[in-house]
């Protein structure tokens, strides 16, 4: 197999594997996302923001933007500790429909009543009957660290779900992250996001069902495993064909 087949396939996933094979699409629409530029963002103290504009489906328009930031404690002000938090928007989103799923929770911090990502288990549907609530116009809070205490629901590895517009609809997919808060004050508080994959459906308005995202070294193994067999009977085949009739 070529290089560029192997490359191909890291981003087509299982779609690619069976393509090979010269059979149909097993995995409906389904394909892996490509990454963004910074797979890891990690914010410094004091307003030490780390953001990424993601083009999740490489068109060379973003679509959806993530964020690492710090907030400094100010006691003079009633804020005694530093707070940071992780943040996945959609990109120009009142324009484009893009979005997170999530849904609002009502703590006791400053910003009152926050839109959260909703984390999804293994094994549920993010489509056209999920909830999509937006702070401040678009964005959606990963997890938010206040007075040394988490608020959401990445407070560690979690699916996120999400929806972005394309010319011919509104399609989903989900994504996986590594939500990491540590610390309280001006010189210990950040805040890490790592992308670990993501998948979404290429079919419009048409719901995508959250699982782990295979790694670009199994699809590889799978990728040869599937041409190998496809070329041992097109060996036998062959052999076949060449051989004397009784």
């Known amino acids: 197999?070529?290089?560029?087949?192997?490359?191909?396939?890291?981003?087509?996933?299982?779609?690619?594997?069976v393509a090979l094979a010269g059979a149909t699409q097993?995995?409906?629409?389904?394909?892996?996302?490509?990454?963004?530029?910074?797979?890891?963002?990690k914010s410094t103290p004091i307003h030490g923001?780390?953001?990424?504009?993601?083009d999740i489906d490489g068109n060379g328009t973003p679509d959806f933007l993530l964020g690492a930031n710090t907030f400094a404690a100010f006691?003079?002000?009633g804020v005694p500790n530093a707070n940071s938090f992780g943040g996945f928007a959609?990109?120009?989103?009142?324009?484009?429909?893009?979005?997170?799923?999530?849904?609002?929770?009502?703590?006791?911090g400053s910003f009152g009543k926050v839109a959260f990502a909703t984390n999804f288990a293994p094994g549920t549907s993010v489509g056209p009957t999920t909830q999509f609530k937006y702070q401040n116009g678009n964005y959606t809070f990963l997890e938010e660290r206040q007075n040394g205490v988490n608020s959401g629901q990445f407070s560690t590895v979690g699916y996120s779900g999400f929806k972005f517009m394309e010319s011919d609809g509104l399609h989903y997919g989900f994504v996986e992250f590594s939500?990491?808060?540590?610390?309280?004050?001006?010189t210990d508080a950040s805040c890490t996001i790592t992308y670990l994959g993501s998948e979404y459906e290429?079919?419009?308005?048409?719901?995508?069902?959250?699982s782990a995202v295979p790694e670009p070294g199994s699809?590889?193994?799978?990728?040869?495993?599937?041409?190998?067999?496809?070329?041992v009977a097109a060996c036998r085949r062959r052999q076949t064909a060449a051989s004397p009739t009784a």
């Open 1 to 17: 197999m070529d290089k560029h087949r192997v490359d191909a396939f890291t981003i087509t996933g299982l779609t690619g594997a």
């Open 26 to 41: 097993a995995y409906g629409g389904v394909v892996q996302g490509i990454a963004p530029a910074s797979t890891v963002l």
């Open 49 to 54: 923001l780390d953001h990424e504009r993601w």
């Open 75 to 77: 006691p003079q002000y």
């Open 90 to 108: 959609g990109y120009n989103t009142p324009a484009t429909g893009n979005g997170v799923a999530s849904t609002y929770l009502t703590y006791a």
């Open 179 to 186: 939500v990491v808060l540590t610390g309280s004050t001006n």
């Open 202 to 210: 290429t079919l419009p308005n048409t719901p995508i069902v959250v």
């Open 219 to 231: 699809l590889a193994a799978l990728a040869f495993g599937v041409a190998g067999a496809a070329g």
